[in-house]
């Protein structure tokens, strides 16, 4: 559990970062890219990937991971971009909305791909996980227009990427001693993409998105790692992993959105949190007394 409490603690500084980014003149598009040389460099002396005594690309060519980190490579930084244009499009609310309810697709997974044990305790774990989802994003009243296509579309992007990410990462878990190589070719791949993108888009590079990059690549390193961790602890019950990141995140991230930026927590985003400590309790420990 501890793995997960720690991912969810790593995810939340990350959300802190972004959110005061633009006030310390860092550009997040650029502080992305260094992140993913700082995650490259973690990857590679901490976790000593192995590449069997073959090339990088050879080992890419062959590697039975293949399909992982040549879709995680390009979804990392393809669902940060599509985001970016959700916000614009579909306002900062909706498209955070839609990133916590792409949990239904890893949940999903998890009895059809994982062949997870569905039990009571888990169905009411569930439920209580969504409550607590739609209580916690529920906001007051933002004046928001109506959302266009592109915001339509957008929000469809969001809400299919985080939750296929957030399957790879399982798959990812379950690649043993592997997942060293995994990540840190996906962490190349990603790299390469936003580099390409930002060159393509002729950035002025800045030396505080620089060091913001820095920041963000060592919080998001160890938020991924630890994940990973914690998907390997719980092999047979990655309901609780997936459902536990998202509402831990939200939870935390509600709680220091109040506690740093003054942000209001209302009664229902209250009742929101309730549900969530629920849901932690009937997937994890009622399940575990029940078995």
Known sequence: ??????????????????????????????????????????????????FKGLAFTDFIAQSEHSPIFLALGLLLPSVFIIMSKAVEFAGIVRSDAAQRLSLFLPILAAFLIFHETLSQSKIVGIFFAFIGLFCLLTKPNQGQSAVNFKGILGLIGVWFGYGIIDILFKQVAKSGGAFPATLFISFSLAACVMFIYLVLKRTQWTVPSFLGGVLLGILNFFNILFYIKAHQSFGSNP?????????????????????????????????????????????????????
Request: proline share 1%.
């Open 1 to 50: 559990m501890h793995n997960l409490i720690l991912a969810i603690f790593c995810s939340v500084a990350v959300s802190v970062l972004l959110k005061v980014a633009r006030k310390k003149n860092i550009i997040i598009e650029q502080a992305i890219a260094f992140n993913y040389i700082v995650a490259i460099t973690l990857s590679y002396f901490l976790l000593k990937p192995d």
């Open 239 to 291: 309901t609780l992993v997936f459902a536990g990141m998202n509402i831990g995140v939200i939870c935390l991230g509600t709680i220091t959105g109040a506690l740093i930026f003054k942000e209001k927590i209302s009664k229902i985003n209250g009742l929101g949190i309730l549900f969530s400590l629920s849901a932690i309790f009937c997937l994890y420990y009622l399940d575990k007394f029940i078995l």
